[in-house]
């Protein structure tokens, strides 16, 4: 998909690998006596068939203590393969696997499917940062410390309610397709989630778990993947979610992907442009003395009432209008009526984070826009990098490759992607923007137990608050389902679990969520 987030989200440009499987072609039945016609076969026929590599699997003992209380439990790192309706392999899948040792009722015991985004980024983000037993060493407000990086036990795991399962998409991690030319075969929207979806029901049926209350996680990408995700599991193997927990929500791209012809995502961006502006004291006194919800709910109202209508004008928009429009907008994002009425009061993400900071020689962050940095060429129309992805992704990498080998003992000498190229990705919508929030409101229709949660960050620049705000509002269900729908906000960004008190927030929230949605 052209320019979606690295990410979680922002894509590196690692080269695949997958290694070839080796010929063990076994003898064919001895020839019986030739007839007197027929020359007698001199060496038995060789079978084609390749030897399927066996399934690499490690599993260890640990043990963490969640509010005051010891928990036993197992974690697996392994690879599962993927078959074709022939039983021929057409790719691995790596996992992670942390259940609680001592649960005899698995019907009680619920089960988590976390995957992140990009398309094209492993599950580590929120396997070490949100949901897993060890994360990351940040600041407390989340922000970077010096090299070299190490893990602490994270204290506001969810593994006192829900078993989890960190899965890495065919390309990432250690994930690999069985050929590396028909990697392409899973690089879709519908493709993805078919692969994830077969995933999911070999686990579960490995492993007994039908009976368990089932949930999946998602960030950025990992959201549109768990709405496509709910449709492609009841569709094909008539599996039922509990919950769907979506963090940094994008199910409708038409509310981010800024194009010619298509202003809503310039109204859904301007209320992080003024929380972005507010954190960096760009706004004037009278604003700037306000707490951030006000400073918000000013920039909502603002954004859907005048700015919308202005856009929607366009060149009819009469000048004195324009110009009051100009100065509002000023005043809540913090760069000058000028450079607003030079671009058309239309100001791309690129741009804004470029040209906020621009008399200190710094760029705003692009997942988390509280992060700055320095930039080399001070009159640059577009950020240089994004120092929100810069902060961490060396921490995140360093410590899960010493932590997969050292702590969980899988042994594998293949670079571990966390961030992938996935070349071409297919969104099936020709002339149009991906929407799978259409799939989501299908499934809340079909299984109306399903329930939601969505975490929102005010200083994601990714996929802003206010764009997740306008995609339930606009969701296509009965108004009876969406009491099944619950936003939680938090002051931080696309990561918003790096941010300490955001994580012990997000902890509580999500349990709360996850006990109520297993009620009967």
């Not at 790192?77 to 992670?96: C, M, N, R, S, V």
Request: hydrophobic share 35%; with cysteine.
């Amino acid at each position: 998909m052209p320019r979606l987030h690295h990410a979680l989200l922002c894509l590196s440009l690692l080269t695949h690998a997958a290694a070839q499987q080796p010929q063990d072609p076994h003898h064919a039945p001895k020839p019986t006596e030739a007839k007197p016609e027929k020359p007698a076969e001199t060496a038995p026929k060789k079978d084609e068939k390749k030897e399927e590599k066996p399934e690499k699997t490690s599993t260890t003992e640990h043990s963490i203590t969640l509010n005051g209380q010891k928990i036993d439990y197992t974690a697996t790192a392994g690879t599962l393969p993927l078959k074709d309706a022939e039983g021929k392999t057409t790719a691995e899948i790596f996992y992670i696997a942390y259940t609680r040792k001592g649960q005899d009722d698995l019907a009680k015991r619920p089960l988590t499917f976390s995957f992140n985004g990009g398309p094209g980024s492993s599950s580590v983000w929120m396997h070490l940062g949100l949901l897993g037993p060890k994360r990351v060493k940040l600041r407390d407000d989340g922000f970077a410390v010096p090299p070299p990086y190490e893990l602490v036990e994270n204290e506001h795991s969810l593994l006192d309610e829900t078993d989890l399962v960190f899965i890495d998409p065919v390309g990432t991690g250690f994930s690999r397709a069985a050929k590396p030319d028909e990697a392409k075969n899973f690089f879709g929207v519908n493709e993805d989630a078919k692969s994830i979806g077969e995933f999911i029901r070999l686990y579960i049926t490995r492993h007994s778990r039908w009976p368990s209350p089932k949930f999946l996680i998602g960030e950025s990408y990992g959201t549109t993947r768990a709405a496509a995700l709910s449709g492609e599991l009841m569709r094909a193997h008539r599996m039922n979610l509990n919950g769907i927990m979506l963090v940094s929500t994008v199910l409708n791209f038409q509310t981010i992907w800024g194009a010619e012809g298509n202003d809503l995502p310039h109204v859904l961006y301007l209320p992080s442009y003024a929380a972005t502006a507010w954190y960096h004291q760009k706004l004037p006194a009278d604003l700037q003395k306000l707490p951030l919800p006000e400073v918000l709910a000013l920039a909502e109202t603002f954004a859907a009432g005048d700015y919308n209508r202005a856009l929607l004008l366009g060149s009819s928009l009469r000048a004195a209008e324009r110009a009051q429009v100009v100065k509002q907008m000023a005043r809540l994002t913090g760069l000058s009526a000028a450079f607003l009425d030079a671009s058309n009061l239309r100001v791309p993400l690129h741009r804004f984070n470029a040209e906020l900071l621009r008399e200190k020689r710094l760029v705003t962050g692009r997942f988390d826009s509280r992060y700055t940095n320095y930039v080399r060429d001070p009159v640059s129309e577009s950020a240089e990098s994004d120092p929100s992805a810069d902060a961490i992704f060396s921490a995140y990498a360093s410590t899960f490759n010493h932590y997969v080998r050292h702590d969980l003992k899988f042994e594998d000498d293949r670079p571990y992607h966390i961030l992938a190229s996935v070349g071409k990705w297919n969104w099936n919508a020709e002339n149009e923007f991906a929407d799978v929030s259409e799939v989501l409101a299908a499934s809340m229709t079909s299984n109306p137990y399903l329930k939601v949660h969505v975490s929102n960050g005010y200083f994601d620049m990714a996929t802003p608050y206010f764009a997740s705000r306008y995609t339930f509002s606009h969701l296509r269900v009965h108004p009876d389902l969406m009491k099944n729908i619950t936003q939680d906000d938090y002051t931080a960004g696309h990561m918003m679990y790096l941010n300490l008190p955001d994580l012990k927030k997000q902890k509580a929230d999500l349990t709360r969520f996850l006990r109520a949605a297993c009620q009967r």
